[in-house]
């Protein structure tokens, strides 16, 4: 039965144990019993435990061991996880917590030790802002020094609505004066500056200007899909009224031709374009239908293009009539003798007759559709090919200029009075093409969309200085 002897042996060595100590001096019979070897291995520690705590006695008396043993439940474990803390301390709080003690028990006051100086702490915090937090919640936002006198004056003034005294005064900054002396009467005076609004809307303009709401338009380019067959027009009328459009500006002369069958310009051979549809006069019906306004974008100067993959076999195109090759070439080009502007061909803004082709074409368009306007795109020269405007060297175009100046002189490029005359080419153009639509319809707005290379010009005459007026034309 090895259970018992072993609870025996612990019993016997328990006894042993604690009785050794306690006796000045060790039994010598011991050695003799069964279990004499353990006790003659604890005698030795038995000395040196009375030793250490020989030594242990004094090392107390100095840090005071004595008064956290009275305490014993609460002070002895707090001596062995902070005891320097608990040292310092408690030396201060001695007059501090006599008091709390009086009041609680000692099981409580020992663990208020540690947590009752916090409260302590806390409570003259609290009670200091208790008094301060209903006048200085609001000055916290702002400074602590100057609110304190702005706290008194706002309580009686109700800052609030001074505030809204001077939202009515600013109308008086236009009339400064008046509201410095008289400030009553200013707030009638500032609502008089409401007509300002009616001194600008008599403004007198030449030629009709549209009226209604703002313009909201698109671009519709006949390089792509967009209105060459009815289900392509219907999409168009669909997404410009889901996106609350109201103007379309619809290519109908791309290079020479016209999407449409009514004009003097032949219609175009675009194979998307079904035989006899016509595809101005289904966007104009269906269009106005819903209140959409229609522009014909018409390009008055560029007639071919390398981009075009079909080809242009109407004799009566102006490319084939009067391209390259022919007996009346209109086409311009530049002081090199190059006819291609990158992949366009262009009408000489400077031929007489090739303007009056234009002229004519873009008022036939205009007197056979019921469009809202007509703008005009890329009426102007090509880029130069240097710092001078080199282009405009169609023969026909320098013998006008050279009949007008009274010279036979071939004009170079950056000369002045060259560089002036093919620069009016292009006022001439604009306003006889305005002129011929306003003829045959005068409610039509008549628009340009120009180039703005470079940055805008602050004043009018610095105009003259940018790029699109000094080099383009």
Known sequence: MPRPTLALLAITLSVTMTASPRSATPDPQLVNSPLGTLVMVRAPTSAST????????????????????????????????????????????????????????????????????????????????????????????????????????????????????????TP???????????????????????????????????????????????????FGPGFKTPLEVDRLIADARAMNINT??????????????????????????????????????KAHAQGIKVHAWVIPTAVSNRAIRYAVTNPEHVINAHGEGSEQDWLTRNAAGSMWAGNDQQLDLGNPDAREYVVDAIRSVAADYNVDGVQLDRVRYPDPSGAVQDWGYNPGAVAAYQTETETTVMPAPGDASWTQWRRDRVNVLVSEVSAGVRDVRPEAVISVAAITYGAAPQTPEAFAFTRTYAQVL
């Open 50 to 169: 009375s030793a250490r705590s020989a030594k242990v006695k004094p090392a107390p008396a100095k840090p005071v061991p004595s008064k956290p043993t009275s305490p014993k439940p609460g002070t002895s474990k707090v001596a062995k996880t902070t005891p320097m803390p608990v040292q310092s301390k408690a030396a201060k709080p001695k007059t501090g917590l006599s008091k709390p003690v009086t009041s609680t028990p000692k099981p409580v006051g020992g663990k208020a030790v540690t947590s009752s100086s916090r409260p302590l702490q806390t409570k003259p915090v609290i009670s200091k802002p208790a008094v301060v937090k209903p006048g200085l919640t609001k000055p916290v936002t702002s400074t602590s020094v100057k609110p304190r006198s702005v706290l008194s004056k706002p309580v009686t003034s109700a800052p609030r609505p001074v505030q809204s005294k001077p939202v009515v005064a």
């Open 248 to 285: 379309l500006f619809v290519q109908t002369v791309k290079r020479g031709d016209c999407y449409c069958n009514g004009s003097l310009l032949p219609r175009t051979e675009d194979p998307a374009v079904p035989p006899g549809f016509d595809p101005l006069a289904d966007v104009l019906a």
């Open 172 to 222: 008086a900054r236009t009339v400064a004066a008046p509201v410095a002396s008289k400030p009553a009467p200013s707030k009638p005076a500032a609502m008089k500056p409401v007509p300002k609004p009616e001194v600008a809307e008599p403004r007198l303009v030449a030629g009709p200007l549209q009226t209604g709401p703002a313009m909201r338009g698109l671009w519709v380019d006949a």
